[in-house]
């Protein structure tokens, strides 16, 4: 039987590194929340606002495709200039500050439907939109 003979690598393996590294994060964590809970700690008495809206649901990029054709799809159905307002004003209506707009049009379409959207997109207040293109070699 052979025995197997242990490296003398392992039988100096020091803990003593990890441990203080171990004890300089816990000090780390706990000075970082008693900053924390000092802050929640003074009395102040926040300002009221009238037109002060909370955001009614979560900040979503709205993607409006339009195909070859000129025709706008919005979340896969076909509509038109007026419905896509009403739907971005709700939108910015619910996330005033950071509402994105995604418009991905076929390479063959004319350049007016792609202007319009761009207008309504300025129309109702959305500064953040973007016209997608595919990477590649032009053919």
Do not use: H, W
Request: hydrophobic share 40%.
């Amino acid at each position: 039987m052979a025995k197997i003979k242990r490296s003398s690598i392992a039988s100096t393996l020091s803990l003593t590194p990890l441990i203080d590294v171990v004890f300089l994060l816990l000090i780390f964590f706990l000075v970082t929340s008693e900053f924390e809970e000092e802050e929640r700690r003074l009395d102040i008495v926040l300002p009221t606002a009238t037109s002060a809206v909370p955001m009614t649901s979560k900040p979503r990029e709205v993607v409006v495709d339009i195909d070859n054709e000129g025709e706008l799809y919005l979340s896969g159905k076909v509509t038109d200039l007026s419905e896509l307002q009403s739907y971005l004003e709700a939108a910015v209506s619910n996330n005033p500050t950071n509402q994105t707009v995604i418009i991905r049009a076929d390479r063959n379409t004319a350049f007016q439907p792609v202007v319009s959207v761009m207008d309504v997109c300025n129309r109702t207040g959305v500064s953040d939109y973007s016209v997608t293109t595919k990477e590649g070699p032009e053919s």
